[in-house]
């Protein structure tokens, strides 16, 4: 059976020579990957050290090799991911990228896209279309880095950003969301990797463009 395109709204509008993915999205881009292995390897060093559960990480992939090294290296990697964050942001805002990409989104859309993806039917024909299921998850990831670098903050200077602190249940309920909020995170990036091998023109398009 044929494959059924990605939802059913009508695809931007753009000039044929455009680039699938602009030079400021795949320097951003690689640039949030970086942030975010550097700051997911550092902290489970930083979880090492004073863990919540009953298990550690190995060693060996861990960044830091001890506390204060991954400290240093996990602050450098918030402080990558913040700003480059919100300068993402404010260059799919400023371009109507935001809302080209990642809307319309609707329950019954991400239903049929999720359907046609678990029966090996959904198309992807066209790589400057996201189907439904991406655009939740890419909104997902966005609102999971948020709420990682807040409980972070929180971390860092638990007496500074006290409201924010108490909003989240103190100090110990903080980690836990940010452990959790990382483990998603994570999650994101492995079911991230798993599409990209099973459609390598993605991959292509983050680093040449087209």
């Known amino acids: ?114 359907g046609a993806a678990l029966r090996g039917r959904l198309s992807h024909a066209d790589p400057r279309r996201y189907n439904q299921v991406q655009r939740a998850a890419y909104l997902f990831v966005m609102a999971d880095i948020a709420v990682l670098v807040l409980s972070g903050l929180v971390l860092w200077k638990s007496v500074q950003f006290d409201l924010l602190r108490e909003l989240m249940g103190g100090y110990e309920a903080a980690r836990r969301v940010h452990f959790i909020a990382m483990a998603l995170l994570t999650a994101f990036v492995a079911v991230h990797l798993a599409m990209v091998a099973l459609v390598p023109r993605s991959l292509v398009a983050m680093i040449r463009g087209k």
Do not use: C, E
Request: aromatic content about 14%; proline content about 9%; cysteine-free.
């Open 1 to 114: 059976m044929p494959a059924i395109p990605a939802s059913h709204d009508a695809p931007p509008v753009l000039p044929a020579d455009a680039p699938i993915r602009p030079g400021w999205l795949r320097a951003m881009h690689w640039l949030n990957a970086l942030a975010v292995v550097v700051m997911v390897t550092s902290g489970w060093r930083i979880y090492n050290a004073s863990p919540l559960f009953d298990f550690v990480f190995p060693k060996g992939i861990t960044l830091g090799g001890w506390l204060g090294g991954a400290l240093q290296w996990h602050f450098a990697g918030m402080w990558l991911l913040f700003f480059n964050g919100i300068l993402y942001l404010a260059m799919n805002l400023a371009t109507g990228r935001l809302w080209r990409k990642f809307f319309p989104l609707s329950a019954r859309g991400m239903a049929a896209d999720l």
